[in-house]
């Protein structure tokens, strides 16, 4: 006689009898999902080529090139208005392609620059607060474009090509959500890293201002110092990987797409710049914080932006009939879709940490049913210790939920795939799957839930498609569930899920929205 089973044991049966049959199979127990609601996957294995980069017409010469109408046909923004423009984004990932890097090598090393990042914001907003340092003594409307992703560590995935200076000197620079200063490499260069333009001259430009030591701009950087022979204001800013860019924080006219130009952008002229920064000419700060960006040309674009990335992994992604996507920027009123299919959820304050983009988090749903273990109290920001919270941010590919919350999902997506082949695990996935010789699969669906806009009780659903959370690691049809767990306290929604969605940022509406398809 068998032994009874253990009451842990028997409870959990009890609870999973509803959903779950269990039939013979060469002698071993296969477990099938049954009364879940699913996706039917149609598997795209990654490409074992590198996806292209596209037509040479696509690459911009300068700040002023133009839009074509096939692009603006896929956005639902065809007239973006005076006050609003649009850039392209590219991924760090299309420059490497180059490179005779493989697709798992590529992966590979996108999971690398991911995991540093995340080291540093846990790192960042671990801290009980913000501490202002000293950086050195003293020394004797609406715009739009296209996002590229940037090597930097720390430092976002993601660029676009915008102008700086009067005339405009074109530069590529990466945008990242998780940080505030803008700042561009700049002559004369006491050490600089490589990058793909000219080194930006201050002293070429006619809209060049240094920025006084005791202006409200440079009190308001976190490390600030002070040329007291100009009495101009130097700056610092130091990134999560190492990295460092530290010169002369001043003010500057901004030029996007289409001739669109904000002045007395405040950045940072950076002469000192080492670290792992590669090819952009510097980075445009997308935070919360009052020295970001949106913060800076509120007036112009209102502290609205959005964006939509797009998937360069798949095999669809590298067909050579096909046009490749582009992923995109909006700045200003244009950047919030006209469609009610947005969901919103309130922006969430930190006292302790102004920058990044704080959403409440209140559940997960797989199969159609909220997942028990994963509680609002796990991801809840503690607004006395700044600790805790869920972030939405450009620059992490994968999302990261606090350990407990990770724990049941992928637990609960484990028991709604019990039927498929596993996979040993590949980097930082603990669950993956051998699809080999399957050309589709069914897999539970996946809601994150969000508080809504319209009070405590109302809720904002992210339904992600199934491409957003299975994805292919190999070439050899090895797909992983893309979540994993952090032991920090903080969660990060990252760009994997946020991938086909219209993510935007309502700065004077303190609010986060994701709008599906509105691409």
């Not at 995991?115 to 846990?122: K, T």
Request: a positive charge; one cysteine or more; glycine letters at 12%.
């Amino acid at each position: 006689m068998a032994p009874p089973l253990r009451p842990s044991r028997r409870r959990l049966l009890t609870l999973l009898f509803p959903f779950l049959i269990l039939l013979l199979h060469g002698g071993a127990v296969v477990v099938v999902a049954r009364g879940l609601e699913c996706h039917t996957v149609i598997l795209s294995p990654m490409s074992k080529q590198p996806p292209p980069l596209g037509p040479p017409e696509e690459e911009d010469d300068g700040p002023s090139w133009s839009v074509d109408s096939e692009d603006l046909s896929t956005v639902p923004f065809r007239d973006l208005g005076p006050d609003s423009f649009r850039l392209r984004l590219h991924h760090w990932d299309s420059l490497l392609a180059a490179a005779n890097s493989t697709p798992e090598a590529l992966f590979r090393l996108r999971l690398e620059r991911d995991s540093a990042r995340v080291s540093a914001l846990e790192d960042l907003a671990g801290r009980p607060s913000r501490r202002r340092d000293n950086v050195t003594k003293a020394r004797s409307g609406g715009l739009s474009g296209v996002v590229v992703s940037g090597l930097a560590l720390g430092s976002g995935e993601y660029f676009t090509r915008i102008g700086i200076g009067t005339p405009a000197t074109s530069a590529y620079m990466v945008l990242d959500t998780g940080s505030d200063v803008v700042w561009i490499q700049c002559a004369p260069c006491r050490r600089c890293y490589s990058q793909s333009d000219p080194i930006f001259d201050p002293a070429r430009s006619r809209s060049y201002a240094a920025v006084p030591c005791g202006s409200p701009l440079c009190r308001g950087l976190d490390a600030a110092g002070c040329d007291t022979r100009r009495s101009s204001c130097l700056y610092q800013v130091s990134y999560g990987d190492g990295s460092v860019t530290a010169g002369d924080f001043s003010t500057e006219t901004v030029t996007f797409s289409g001739g669109a130009r904000v002045a007395g952008v405040p950045f940072g002229c950076g002469h000192d710049n080492t670290g792992l920064f590669v090819a952009a000419a510097g980075l445009l700060g997308l935070g919360r914080g009052r020295l970001s960006f949106p913060s800076q040309a509120g007036r112009r674009v209102g502290r609205r932006f959005s964006y939509c990335l797009v998937d360069r992994t798949s095999a669809a992604a590298a067909l050579p009939t096909r046009r490749p996507r582009s992923s995109t920027v909006i700045f200003g009123p244009a950047a919030v879709p006209s469609s009610t299919g947005v969901a919103f959820t309130p922006m969430v304050a930190n006292p302790r940490l102004d920058t990044f983009y704080y959403v409440e988090l209140v559940g997960i749903s797989v199969g159609g049913a909220r997942v028990p273990g994963v509680l609002a109290a796990d991801l809840r920001l503690d607004p006395a210790t700044g600790k805790g919270g869920v972030i939405v941010d450009s620059g992490t590919s994968v999302t990261r939920l606090a350990r407990p919350a990770y724990t049941a999902l992928r637990d609960a997506f484990r028991a709604g795939t019990a039927g498929l082949k596993p996979a040993a695990s590949f980097s930082l996935f603990e669950t993956c799957y051998d699809l080999s010789g399957m050309t589709e699969v069914k897999v539970p669906k996946v809601v994150m839930h969000f508080r809504g806009a319209g009070g405590r009780a109302a809720v904002a659903d992210l339904a992600l498609p199934a491409e957003n959370y299975l994805i292919p690691v190999a070439t050899n049809a090895v797909f992983c569930f893309a979540f994993a767990g952090t032991d920090s306290g903080i969660s990060i929604i990252g760009n994997i899920q946020q991938q086909g969605f219209r993510v935007v940022f309502d700065g004077a509406g303190s609010r986060v929205g994701f709008a599906p398809g509105a691409c």
